[in-house]
């Protein structure tokens, strides 16, 4: 009886074979897994090392903004990039500025943001605000409202410096690019 219970427990692998070709299976088992994890291993290398970017991914994007009205808002589009420009007027600004009950990051502390946009109105200049145009809750796009911004796909809502206001989830201020604008801030250019 309890050779026929070994019998049953032996795997199928090492049924009825002579201990050497049993070595010799698990041996070159060994060496095909082997393989596959050097293989696996120098794929990975390869791929950080070898930039394969489809051709229409690039360096960096430049945008026409064109002239922009006191609080108007522009979102610019280009491949699969979306950006948020606003132009904001002095009043608007100096609400910005005494704006902080309302806000979930107030001081921008867990946002993404250039250390040049580490300021109540988190841009390089004063006037102009520059983020990606998906908001941060859900990832969706970014509408305008009149008193600013909110995530088309939930209730997510912003204000013209990009800062998360107080809602039912929470969420991070907007994602602020590494951008440059010309002399003249009609061309905006953006470095992802």
């Known amino acids: 009886m309890d050779a026929l219970r070994q019998r049953r427990h ?12 049993k070595r010799s299976r698990l041996t070159r088992l060994f060496r095909y897994l082997s ?19 489809p051709a229409t991914i690039q360096a960096s994007y430049r945008f ?60 390089r200049h004063a006037e102009y605000f520059v983020s990606y145009a998906i908001g941060t809750d859900l990832g969706c796009s970014l509408t305008v409202l009149e008193s600013g911004l909110r995530e088309s796909c939930s209730g997510a809502r912003y204000d013209f410096a990009g800062r998360a206001l107080e809602g039912v989830n929470k969420f991070q201020n907007l994602s602020i690019p590494d951008y440059n604008f010309a002399d003249n801030f009609s061309t905006l250019t953006i470095n992802p």
């Not at 032996?10 to 070709?21: I, K, M, Y």
């Open 10 to 21: 032996q795997s199928v692998f090492a049924r009825n074979l002579p201990p050497g070709e």
């Open 35 to 53: 393989l596959l994890v050097v293989a696996a291993v120098l794929y990975v290398l390869l791929d950080f090392a070898i930039d394969v970017r």
């Open 64 to 123: 026409n903004v064109g002239t922009l009205a006191a609080d108007e808002v522009r979102i610019l589009r280009q491949d699969n990039l979306s950006i948020l420009v606003i132009r904001r007027s002095v009043a608007t600004m100096a609400a910005l500025m005494q704006a902080g009950e309302s806000l979930q990051d107030p001081d921008s502390r867990y946002s993404h943001q250039p250390d040049d946009a580490a300021n109540p109105l988190r841009s």
